[in-house]
């Protein structure tokens, strides 16, 4: 039976599958070296979600063997055997929800917020190399807190350029307010950042630009908060963007390059705002994939393709979109994995530009060993697959 997948200008993202580098039994290992203990007991509890693989590729989920009233999580990743997340909670570090029950305002806990923030410090110099040899910007408070009833949570981004341009992705550490241990870890994935991390775009022409789009009026004052940083959409194709934030928590950011409005999301609730309740991409770029008479559904890129005289170019990311195909690019290269078969950005005839790799589709697909058709009433390619 054939996919068809027809390219109105793109894509949709699907997690390909990696070969494991590592065994179930070397991340159990991975993670007693994590926890200083070498003779506890741990067991493999499958592979990690969809949604965790496409933010940190495969990973082994490992958890105690017993763990009674205990709920521990460690997810290592297949390639490399580094531990890219951990839960540990325990009944004393949340004996109750952090609340006082006839007011409902936070109880005053054993841990400050300063020993807290020592002890997430500290476990990030412990566990994620170089944390004291980068900028880090602290986020979404600007005390870099985010109190919730009986945890403290911090997030930190790194800060990537002197125009103060976030990364996509946040080192995220949270500490029990009643013991102090640290309760969850989340490190950043290893990719490279390929977009633009200085703006063309000034903060000032920014505002101006998302008051024309802001869900209070023209005449209000309806900003709270504003800053860059770098996006990733599904497929992985990353820009940089301006955030504004409304008092209303209407967020809407703004594309640091050309101005364009890139998404208006509103808060669960809409608090009031008209709009979409999802990013907006500045252009869709629509995939559909079609297996039979089943239709898949439309998804954006914040990066369309580009169609010259005689071919039209995708980025090599959006070749993510298609089922059992792996792209890894940096700054240096592109590789496409599809199968056993590892092909060379040489052989897709990738070129570097706009921030990214892109790729002639015709040429891509003969190489891929698939077949495009052109249909000029509706400019759409159509990929046929085997």
């Not at 693989?53 to 580094?82: A, K, M, N, W």
């Not at 305002?105 to 004291?132: C, I, M, Q, W």
């Not at 059992?324 to 599809?338: E, I, Y």
Request: with cysteine.
């Amino acid at each position: 039976m054939r996919n068809i997948m027809a390219v109105a200008a793109l894509l949709g993202a699907t997690l390909c599958g990696a070969r494991a580098d590592i065994t179930p039994d070397q991340a159990a290992e991975a993670v007693r070296r994590f926890m200083g203990e070498r003779d506890v007991q741990l067991v493999y509890r499958g592979a990690s979600s969809r949604a965790i693989q496409q933010f940190h590729g495969p990973c082994y989920e490992i958890g105690l063997r017993h763990d009674p009233g205990t709920d521990v999580t460690y997810l290592v990743r297949v390639s490399d055997g580094v531990v890219v997340d951990m839960g540990v909670l325990r009944p004393e570090d949340a004996p109750d929800d952090g609340f006082e029950a006839e007011t409902g305002v936070p109880k005053l806990v054993p841990v400050s917020l300063t020993e807290a923030e020592a002890n997430a410090r500290a476990f990030a110099r412990e566990h994620y190399a170089g944390f004291d040899g980068r900028e880090w910007a602290p986020f979404p408070e600007q005390a870099g807190l985010d109190r919730r009833g009986w945890e403290y949570a911090f997030e930190w981004f790194e800060v990537l350029s002197d125009a103060g341009a976030l990364a996509p992705w946040p080192l995220k550490v949270q500490v029990s307010g009643y013991t102090g241990s640290v309760v969850h870890y989340c490190r950043p994935p290893d990719r490279p950042v390929l977009a633009p991390v200085r703006p063309r775009i000034t903060r000032s022409q920014a505002l101006r630009i998302a008051q024309r789009f802001a869900t209070l009026g023209p005449d209000a004052e309806p900003f709270k908060m504003c800053w860059l940083e770098v996006v990733e959409d599904v497929l992985g194709v990353q820009w940089l963007a301006w955030h504004i934030r409304e008092r209303n928590g209407v967020l809407l950011m703004v594309d640091a390059v050309t101005g364009d409005l890139l998404a208006r999301i509103v808060p669960m609730g809409g608090g009031g705002a008209s709009g979409p309740s999802m990013p907006t991409p500045r252009k869709r770029v629509r995939l559909q994939v079609r297996v039979g008479g089943a239709s898949g559904k439309p998804i954006g890129s914040f990066v369309p393709p580009a169609m010259n005289a005689r071919a039209l170019w995708l980025r090599a990311e959006h070749l993510r979109a298609v089922e059992g195909v792996r792209v890894d690019v940096d700054r240096k290269a592109v590789s496409v994995r599809l199968g056993d078969r590892v092909i060379s950005g040489t052989e897709l005839g990738a070129r570097y530009r706009d921030y990214g790799w892109w790729v002639p589709l015709r040429q891509a697909a003969r190489v891929l060993g698939w077949r495009v058709e052109w249909l000029n009433a509706k400019k759409e390619a159509v990929i046929y697959t085997r």
